[in-house]
């Protein structure tokens, strides 16, 4: 019978259950613990596979640039990081209020680390993230265009709670990707939350957005709601050796290095 009992948790997807079940049965003084007691155990292994399973697919669909998360963010290096701006960034009310995030600041400063530490804690807390460098954004945007299927690719990324855009305005805007980010941009507005990681400060925006009807939506609708984090200092580049081949999953130091 526990034989059968454990094939049918299995065949109804329920494998940490039936797991856990079989090594119960192993336990000598199992019998004495309260059915409900045994039972209950057993809910919860099953629900925490199943949210472990759900954030590692979230992790994955977002394809963060870096691992990284908020515990482990620097905050003894002077750069001008607010440690109360990041705590209230960490609890995730900005998310819930569909506000944004400006991260500004010259190169190696941790700009892309501290996007997906915010991006990595917004998928523990069981939003949906996406992480794009602009420039291949609107590169798969004019592609799917040519597919005829730019409006699907934009409903998806309507929907998603929290879009992370590294590399912000790294080049001019053409007349095709200002009419693609401003439809992206007021998709979102008022209804999820985006991530801007940019070395280009806001007052030079209007130039790479290239029209000033565009670029005046554009920052009415992602500055004006937004959390600023105005980075400043030399870059934290040298202070960290190159990641090794056995450095395990999950970073436990904040690794800058990448961000551009």
């Known amino acids: 019978m526990l034989q059968q009992t454990i094939e049918k948790l ?6 940490a259950m039936a797991d ?3 090594a119960q049965m192993t336990q000598p003084d199992i019998e004495a613990m309260p059915f409900a007691e045994r039972f209950a155990m057993l809910v919860d292994l099953q629900q925490s596979a199943v949210l472990s399973a759900q954030l590692k697919q979230r992790l994955k669909r977002a394809g963060m640039r870096q691992t990284a998360c908020v515990e482990n963010l620097d905050l003894r290096t002077p750069r001008n990081l607010d440690r109360g701006t990041i705590h209230t960034l960490a609890t995730g009310q900005w998310i819930r209020r569909n506000l944004n995030v400006l991260v500004l600041g010259p190169a190696g400063i941790g700009k892309s680390w501290i996007s997906c530490a915010l991006g990595n804690q917004a998928a523990r ?10 420039s291949r954004l609107l590169d798969d945007l004019a592609v799917a ?23 912000w305005l790294m080049q001019k805007l053409t007349a095709e990707q200002r009419r693609d980010l401003m439809e992206l941009i007021d998709d979102r507005h008022g209804r999820a939350s985006t991530i801007i990681a940019t070395q280009l400060p806001v007052d030079r925006w209007h130039d790479m957005i290239g029209d000033p009807t565009y670029a005046d939506a554009l920052l009415d609708r992602l500055v004006h709601n937004a959390y600023r984090l105005d980075l400043k200092g030399k870059t934290m580049r040298p202070r960290f050796a190159p990641a090794t081949d056995d450095q395990p999953d999950g970073v436990t130091d904040e690794r800058p290095a990448m961000d551009g």
């Not at 299995?10 to 494998?15: N, S, Y």
């Not at 807390?125 to 602009?134: A, C, F, P, Q």
């Not at 309507?158 to 992370?164: E, G, H, K, P, S």
Request: net charge positive; aromatic share 2%; charged share 30%.
């Open 125 to 134: 807390d069981g939003h949906s993230v996406i992480y794009k460098r602009l």
């Open 20 to 22: 856990a079940l079989r």
């Open 145 to 167: 265009r040519l597919h005829g299927r730019q409006a699907r690719a934009l409903t998806n990324l309507a929907r998603t709670r929290v879009l992370i855009l590294d590399d």
């Open 10 to 15: 299995h065949a109804m997807k329920l494998g």
